[in-house]
């Protein structure tokens, strides 16, 4: 395993970004918000990734993450009057801060343990922003973020959005394909075998939190600014619902796969919510489909349907 | 003073005890075997030995240090290689990457690294990017022995290496773990396959019921046919 990508998906890659940075040139609001919306959320969808794709365990918590990069950014721009250079790493590294605090307790467990401790964190942080007032606003949402003026036009902000997201995406990917990324997948694998190699299971759990929880902080911190807001349903448990069926939907032993739930199941609850107003319905069926037909997500029906017409040649 | 010392060990999954009070040592060098039948105890000693299930009772040395209840990635660190029954490898990573994961630098610079891995094992150096799920199981069994020698273990335990493979695979097996004696790496064997275990050992114990029934060297073993009768035939 090693950091460069094969051919096929680097010439997707460009392609995707290309596209990507030719939206602003099509003068579509609608187009330009969507597609800022759709690169926050594939952040936020390849971040937890890294626990579940990788590491082996399942986070029900990840919006806790994602809430506290978008609260604390916001608050440090606004209430503080921080600059942005300043409040953003500020607001990630707490993210990371608070990954590890939680990751320190939650990886003494595994499985259905792990995961309701993950839920159990998450829930205590969204109780914190919506008892805590006088800082986050409590359930009125912390409304009026100051962005910074260069930031305050939409195209402007769709491109610090995109190198931002890429920026990430691309360290995500080095991560992964590195030999701590290896080393995850033993751990995910087995971990007593694992362990008995030699690898502290524990502290690769551990790390693996810590690498998810920092760039959910960074997806949070650009949507509290995209939104101006920030709001106590980002760090409820149907946020992390919502991000945990995106990266089942793409496909979550892939490094793209969760990219492709986030942008599918988005567009999905867009164009669903003009016809209905019943989208949990709709995201349950689209559950079931996945536990029932897509184990391995979209991705994985990708593979499957590939190997169908090599093998019918 | 012995490489490894396990003295008077009690072990037990729950209310199960399996083990009652085994002991044995194993000097710098040596190959020491643990024989005997299905379910005497030969896989509990070793998970007791790297930390897998920890001893409730007696004490496990390794050079000096007390390991008994010490975590497995902390008794492989010290130099414990543990190379467990069934071949479990890591099937979604390839052969190349299975080795790198367990690659710890020897601290005499004189130690395993994939070229010299590859010399033991020449099959592994021509399916190094295959993952490791499709590999045959002699393959399999080469490639979770060379995964712990990545490690630079000074003592290594193979749990029932040629359970399950072809004799063809198990002769050359065998001569491979040879090869690992004469460069001088101590070795604890778990073997039902007595040919193997009287070719390899310095020394053999027999385990019966969780207790060490047995201790001779092979020609001991070779000389007490009725020995053999009593604790090693169905």
């Avoid at chain 1, 971990?191 to 299971?201: E, K, Q, S």
């Avoid at chain 1, 990219?259 to 107003?277: K, S, V």
Wanted: charged share 15%; with cysteine.
């Amino acid at each position: 395993m090693g950091w460069a990508m094969p051919r096929g998906v680097l010439t997707t890659c460009i392609l995707v970004l290309v596209a990507l940075a030719c939206v602003p040139l099509m003068e579509s609001r609608y187009l330009i918000d969507l597609s800022t919306e759709i690169l926050v959320y594939v952040l936020f969808a390849l971040s937890l990734n890294v626990i579940i794709g990788f590491s082996g365990n399942v986070s029900f918590g990840h919006a806790a993450y994602f809430a506290i990069g978008g609260y604390a950014n916001a608050i440090l721009l606004t209430t503080y009057e921080w600059p942005l250079f300043l409040s953003f790493p500020a607001a990630v590294v707490l993210s990371a801060a608070a990954a590890a605090f939680v990751a320190y307790f939650c990886t003494r467990l595994t499985d259905i343990y792990f995961a309701m401790l993950t839920l159990a964190f998450s829930m205590l942080v969204w109780a914190i922003a919506f008892k805590w007032r006088s800082v986050t606003g409590g359930d009125d949402g912390f409304v009026g973020v100051n962005v910074p003026e260069f930031l305050n036009s939409r195209v402007p902000f769709f491109y610090f959005t995109l190198v931002i997201v890429t920026t990430s995406i691309a360290t995500l990917w080095m991560i992964c394909h590195s030999a701590f990324g290896q080393t995850l997948i033993a751990v995910r694998e087995n971990l007593t075998r694992a362990g008995f190699i030699g690898v502290n299971t524990r502290m690769m759990r551990c790390a693996a939190f810590i690498v998810a929880g920092t760039f959910a902080g960074v997806a949070g911190a650009i949507f509290a600014m995209y939104n101006r807001g920030v709001y106590t349903e980002s760090a409820f448990w149907t946020e992390s619902a919502q991000v945990l069926i995106m990266t089942l939907l793409g496909g979550m032993y892939s490094v793209f796969g969760p990219a492709i739930g986030a942008t599918t199941l988005y567009l999905l609850e867009r164009f669903a919510n003009e016809y209905t107003e019943y989208w949990p319905t709709v995201l349950g069926v689209i559950l079931l489909v996945i536990v029932l037909v897509l184990p391995e997500g979209l991705v994985g029906l990708a593979k499957r349907i590939r190997g169908h017409i090599a093998g019918g040649n | 003073m012995p490489q490894l010392e396990v003295h008077s060990i009690h072990t037990s999954y729950g209310l199960s005890q399996v083990l009652f009070g085994i002991s044995f040592v194993v000097e710098p060098g040596e190959v020491v075997s643990l024989i005997g039948r299905n379910g005497v105890g030969k896989t509990t000693t070793m998970r007791s030995i790297i930390g897998l299930t920890h001893a409730t009772m007696g004490r496990i040395t390794f050079e000096g240090t007390n390991i008994t209840r010490m975590a497995a990635h902390r008794i492989s660190r010290l130099g414990v290689g543990f190379v467990p029954e069934e071949r479990r490898i890591f099937p979604q990573l390839t052969v190349w990457e299975n080795l790198d994961i367990a690659r710890r630098p020897a601290n005499n610079g004189n130690g395993w690294d994939e070229e010299r891995v590859f010399s033991l094992f020449p099959d592994l150096r021509d399916i190094q990017s295959r993952p490791g799920g499709v590999l045959s199981g002699g393959q399999q069994q080469m490639l979770t022995i060379a995964r712990s020698l990545m490690n630079n273990p000074r003592l290594l335990l193979l749990d029932e290496p040629s359970e399950g493979l072809a004799p063809k695979v198990v002769e050359d097996l065998r001569d491979q773990i040879k090869a690992l004696k004469d460069s001088g790496l101590s070795i604890v064997l778990a073997e039902q396959n007595l040919s193997f275990v009287l070719y390899l050992s310095d020394r053999c114990h027999i385990l019966e019921k969780g207790e060490v029934k047995y201790s001779g060297t092979p020609n001991d073993l070779r000389a007490n046919p009725d020995v053999l009768e009593r604790y090693l035939t169905l």
